[in-house]
């Protein structure tokens, strides 16, 4: 007989909440605990990116008040069985990921077991666990840093994998949390189709897809969730969004290399339409970003394509997830730093797609949609998948 067990997932880049902390943490969090009360799920994975931000070393304290405001928070009183693991051992550069994981189980939710990966056999899951600083030796999580061979080109910085593995009611998942690699460059970015930043992240997530398969372990169903960066194509957006303009050229002198592209509209004075340096994509009319959650994108949004055959996608119907202001007052208004994309995704392998219930008994169904879309939460919007697993109650 099929049972169900509700599940939140949930992918957050988070590197943008320690430097202001009360202004966004208190808000991001109550849309949290919100998302909670709403669709009550059994059992919550919360996968977190960039933990303690950019200034790590400083803020890393902060990150870990951040995780122990969750556990100890009402919303999660009555799931009885935690586990965390959360890599803040920024000192040990060569595996340091600044990725944490959090999984909350409900006390109605019975049987739930986790992986050995040292004795590659299952535990129950009984009490509360938590690993922060080094995850190093931690038998119930694969963690690894992306290799530094992978692209000599690009600054080596905290990306890789952490898997956990589970049984709910007699189905085994993986959970996956993940980020990739980052466009450093619009300029950069707009010089190909794929960008050379695109190749790159194709590389890692095909990497991480095979190392989920190979032969250490079982091939198990996986949810692969977190930060993939995934990018529009922009040389191609980009084109589509001037069709009507002149381009300037704005040059260095020392080394003829272009630190500017301006396009300027032919037909109306010349006003400046789309704005392009390194870390700025300054676009006139930017509602074009959020209008109808930004379908009119979704065309150039193609770097989950060439793995179709490996995972499957619920329909994307939010607005692109990054870049947003990290002004409290402008919840809704992109940053004029990159192009507005889908970079926070909830992938699945399609025999995880199979365990998914499409019955919509209690009204909800299958729900993906962004976290606090009207609330500052840094410049990530939190993405989620709520939906009941199909469970073999034998």
């Known amino acids: 007989m099929d049972t169900f067990a509700n599940v939140l997932l949930v992918t957050a880049n988070v ?66 069985r935690t586990c965390i693991y ?9 595996s340091f990921t600044a990725l944490g994981s959090m999984y909350f189980i409900h006390k109605t939710l019975k049987n739930i077991y986790y992986y050995d990966f040292n004795v590659k056999d299952f535990k129950a899951v009984v009490g509360k666990t938590k690993y922060v600083g080094s995850l190093d030796g931690v038998a119930t999580v694969e963690k690894e840093k992306f290799p530094k061979n992978f692209w000599p080109d690009f600054k080596w910085s905290r990306k890789g994998y952490m898997r956990t593995r589970w049984i709910i009611h007699n189905q085994g998942l993986d959970l996956v949390n993940i980020h990739l690699f980052h466009d450093a460059s619009n300029l950069i970015a707009l010089n190909s189709s794929p960008s050379i930043y695109s190749a790159n992240r194709k590389n890692a997530l095909k990497y991480v897809i095979s190392r989920l398969s190979d032969s250490r372990y079982a091939a198990m169903p996986f949810f692969l969730f977190g930060d993939f960066n995934f990018r529009l194509d922009t040389r191609t957006l980009v084109q589509c969004l001037t069709i009507e303009a002149d381009v300037v050229k704005d040059v260095k002198d020392s080394n003829y290399e272009v630190e500017r592209i301006t396009f300027e509209e032919r037909d109306n004075d010349h006003q400046m339409l789309l704005q392009i340096e390194e870390k700025l994509f300054e676009y006139v009319h930017q509602a074009v970003f959020r209008e109808d959650n930004g379908r009119a994108l979704l065309k150039y949004d193609k770097e989950v394509t060439p793995f179709l055959d490996a995972v499957r996608e619920e329909d994307i119907t939010f607005p692109p997830s990054y870049p947003y202001s990290e002004d409290h007052h402008k919840p809704r208004q992109y940053m004029n730093t990159r192009c507005p994309a889908w970079c926070d995704r909830i992938l699945m392998s399609p025999t995880a797609n199979d365990f998914i219930s499409r019955r919509d008994y209690d009204g909800e169904g299958v ?28």
């Not at 590197?15 to 799920?41: A, C, H, M």
């Not at 959360?86 to 060569?94: G, I, L, N, R, Y």
């Not at 609330?375 to 919007?381: A, E, I, L, N, R």
Request: net charge negative; hydrophobic share 35%.
């Open 86 to 94: 959360v890599d803040t051992q920024f000192q040990a550069e060569d």
């Open 367 to 394: 729900v993906y949609n962004t976290i606090g879309p009207n609330v500052c939460m840094g410049d990530h919007k939190p993405v989620f998948l709520s939906f009941s697993l199909k469970t073999n109650n034998h």
């Open 15 to 80: 590197g943008s909440l320690f430097n202001n902390v009360d202004e966004i943490q208190n808000g991001w969090l109550e849309e949290l605990y919100k998302t909670i009360r709403k669709y009550k799920p059994q059992f919550i994975a919360l996968h977190f990116q960039e933990v303690g931000g950019k200034d790590y070393m400083v803020n890393m304290d902060k990150a870990e008040n951040f995780f122990c405001n969750i556990e100890s928070s009402e919303e999660m009183k009555e799931f009885d």
